[in-house]
Every structure is written in structure tokens, then in C-alpha cells.
């Protein structure tokens, strides 16, 4: 995919304008946070900028004035930081049309994209996050912005602010993540939300809560509509993040019906896209990251099970959409095109030997696909029906997933240049 062929993404609908610039976003992830790299290690100053990576940000050389000038030592494995001398243009927008948004869970996958839209669009953005899985490193771009706040904070406890939006995201998402503590995954899921929907309460703001496949659990209906109930297993391994999340929904919908809380319930499908933490277990980033370093591809169970990957840019049109839409029901964020683990690993094999070949690196060998037993729970099936996004949101995926992982692979293989995968 080249900017050419989609020079922006967003919508402008629901009185709310989201369209940015897809080179501008690129930018902002598609480049190490180590711009540049000493290469003379008795001439220190003599560095020149690394662009193999970069092959979608080449034809962009504007915005290369407004990310970071770091050192990368590569004799030493260190970094010398820089705050950033300029901060990319954000949109000037006039007192009633800025929001104010809180993001929880901001420094985060989703949040951080969902963070650079906002404050691209001139939104003033302050992201609350404990950086159990989240990272500085993911808004550091926008520190000491004058509409921007980072709060080290824990949704589990009461956060009080004045705000007009409100997209709680906060909860580990992965298996790793939301295995490693149950009893605080829960927690999070249901005092987080008590907390934010609290603060909705009191400052009228509209309240967004990022729901999941997961309440699904391991579907008898295929595709899954909102409608379905779920077939979950309530004790099992998986149980603290799939029941934590619907009770989070019942919650949300006890403050709508009782005090009149604005809610909006997106059920979020699988996601992939530059800054998933490589380490915390996901399909998508175990087989580029093993394709890449040159390692056979793990599959689980027999490779039959399937999945629907969106990527992040179209979730994030959809949460932006809901938003600012006047659907209160739940809604499905997720791409109807179905893989089974198989063929996904084997287009992943195939898209990583295109990037490698365009860059001059032919792989040593063919990678080839490793089986592995099956996970406990790990649904057979899942893929959303998405009827209702596109009725009532105008909304359906607009990047396939050979684009999305083309895009990842080049993230990634930057981070593994750079030395922090």
C-alpha cells in the first residue's frame, strides 16, 4: 500500500472530523525512535540517518523534521536521547470544536494510535496509564505538548479531571498479560470501569468502553452479531479477562439506564499494527517477529482454527465513529476476512521474503511451520458480523491485511536493527 494510494484516512461524519494524513501517521511509527546512527566510533558527530526502514516515509522527507534526533552507539548498544526540537502541526481548532478526551490505557497498542488521531485532529489528549504493558516510548512524540498530559495512574483507583470524552481502554489484553495476575485483571476490568464511568457521571461526559471478541468466548454461531450471548467458560484460564470484560458491560449499561451515563460498548476484534509488544504472545506479531529473525513459525493445534485481523487504523476510524455516532447498542470492530493459522502463517512467511528481497537480504532458508499443542480455551472460531458498524456507522475496513502486516514487517524489522527486540 503506498500513500498514493490512500492519501488519508478518517472520516468526517457525525459532526466530527478524523481524517489525517496517512504519511503524517506513518511518520509517527514507522521509523525507530533512533533516528540516527553513529558510524564512525572515533568521529562521533559523523552520523548518518538509517532510511532501509523507512521505505513507506521516503517519499514524506516534510516530517522528518519533527522526529527525534536520538544517537543510537551501536559498538556500545546505547542510546543518547533528545527531547524533540519541534512538535508535528496539529489541527487549530476553534474552543467549540475542541474536545477535551481522556484515554485510559493511552500509552498502550490502540491507545497510543488513538492518542496520535486525537492530538493530530487538535483535540487536547491526556492519557492515564500504569505501563503494565503500555510504554512512554509509544507518545513520547508528544511530551511537553502544550494539549497533551501523560498521568502515571491505575484505573483501579478513582482519577479525577474535567473532560468531554471519555475512551477507556485500559485492561491487559493478551493472554500473557491478563494470565500473569487474574485477580487484578478482574479488578481492572470492574473497578476501572466503575471509576470512569464514575467520572462520566459527574462531568457528563460520553464514555466509550473497549469491550472484546473475548465475551463471545468460543462461539457456536458463526459470525458472531452483537446479538449473541456467548458461549464462555467461566472458570477456565481465560475467564478473568473474557468475564471481567462482560461484567464491565453490564456495568456500563447499569449507569446508562439508571443515571442516564452516554455509553458506547465497542466489541474489539482481533488487531494488529505497529507497536504490539512482540513478547506479549499475539498470533500476528509471533510470526512476523519468528519469520524475520529467521525462525521456523509456530502454529498451535493443528493450524485449522481461524481468525479475522483488522488493522489498527481501521479500529481506529471505528472507535472515533462510535464515538461520535448516537448508536448506544454494542457494536463489532473487526475484518470479516477469515484466516486459518495456516495460511496466515504462510502469507506472513511470504510478505516477510518480499521486504527482505526489496531490501537486499535474501533469508538464509526456507522458514518452515512448527506445530505445538493447542492452548486451554483458545476459541476454533471467531469472526464478527459487522451488519451493524456499516448501518449505522458508515463504517467497514478499508486496509487488507497483506497491507497491514507489509506495514508491521517494517516496523518490526526496524526494532530488530535497532537493537530493542
Known sequence: MTSLETPSIGHNRFGFDSVVPVDVLRSLYLRPHYVTTVRDEENPTDVEEDQEHAQFTKANYGNIAYQSKSIYHSDTQSISYTTLSRFHPVRLLPPDKRKRVLVTGGAGFVGSHLVDRLMLLGHEVTVIDNFFTGSKTTVSHWLGHP??????????????????????????????????????????????????????????????ISSTSEIYGDPEVHPQPEDYWGHVNPIGPRACYDEGKRVAETLTYGFH??????????????????RMNPADGR??????????????????????????????????????????????????????????????????????????????????????????????????????????????????????????????????????????I
Open 147 to 208: 494539549n497533551f498530559e501523560l498521568v502515571r495512574h491505575d484505573v483501579v483507583e478513582p482519577f479525577m479531571i474535567e473532560v468531554d470524552q471519555i475512551y477507556h481502554l485500559a485492561c491487559p489484553a493478551s493472554p500473557p498479560h491478563y494470565q500473569f495476575n487474574a485477580v487484578k485483571t478482574i479488578k481492572t476490568s470492574f473497578m476501572g470501569t466503575l471509576n470512569m464511568l464514575g467520572l462520566a457521571k459527574r462531568t457528563k461526559a460520553r464514555f466509550l
Open 257 to 274: 439506564r439508571q443515571d442516564n451515563v452516554d455509553v458506547r460498548v465497542a466489541r474489539i476484534f482481533n488487531t494488529f499494527g505497529p
Open 283 to 420: 498470533v500476528v506479531s509471533n510470526f512476523i517477529v519468528q519469520a524475520l529473525k529467521g525462525e521456523d513459525i509456530t502454529v498451535y493445534g493443528d493450524g485449522l482454527q481461524t481468525r479475522s485481523f483488522q488493522y489498527i487504523h481501521d479500529l481506529v476510524d471505528g472507535l472515533i465513529l462510535l464515538m461520535n455516532s448516537d448508536e448506544t447498542r454494542p457494536v463489532n470492530i473487526g475484518n470479516g476476512h477469515e484466516f486459518n493459522m495456516l495460511e496466515f502463517a504462510k502469507l506472513v512467511r511470504d510478505i516477510v521474503a518480499k521486504v527482505q528481497a526489496e531490501d537486499g537480504m535474501a533469508p538464509a532458508r526456507e522458514l518452515q511451520i512448527v506445530h505445538k499443542p493447542m492452548p486451554v480455551d483458545d476459541p476454533q472460531k471467531r469472526r464478527p458480523d459487522t451488519t451493524r458498524a456499516k448501518e449505522t456507522l458508515g463504517w467497514q475496513p478499508r486496509w487488507t491485511v497483506e497491507m497491514g502486516v507489509e506495514e508491521m514487517v517494517r516496523y518490526y524489522k526496524a526494532k530488530i536493527a535497532e537493537g530493542s
